[in-house]
């Protein structure tokens, strides 16, 4: 389930809409904050995004707007 819902939102980056967009990195950013509490182990959210990354990479790439742009590049949670 949370390898869909990762999935899914990786899809909502490119979304035409802008309000999808920014739901869909503020999300992501939530489910890796919440998965980060232990040090020892790679969390399960940063696991899945790697097979992504190419995606990942693209919908920053393409993103029109500076201020999502900059969110998504930095880690700000």
Known sequence: ???EKIELL?????????AQREFALKELKNEISSA????????K???FLFSHYPKLRA????Q???????SFSLNDY
């Open 36 to 43: 980060t509490s232990s040090i020892t182990s790679v969390p």
């Open 64 to 70: 029109p707007d500076n201020e999502l742009k900059v």
């Open 45 to 47: 959210p940063l696991k």
């Open 1 to 3: 389930m949370l390898k």
């Open 10 to 18: 990786i899809e909502r980056l490119s979304d035409r809409d802008m």
């Open 59 to 62: 919908a920053f790439e393409a």
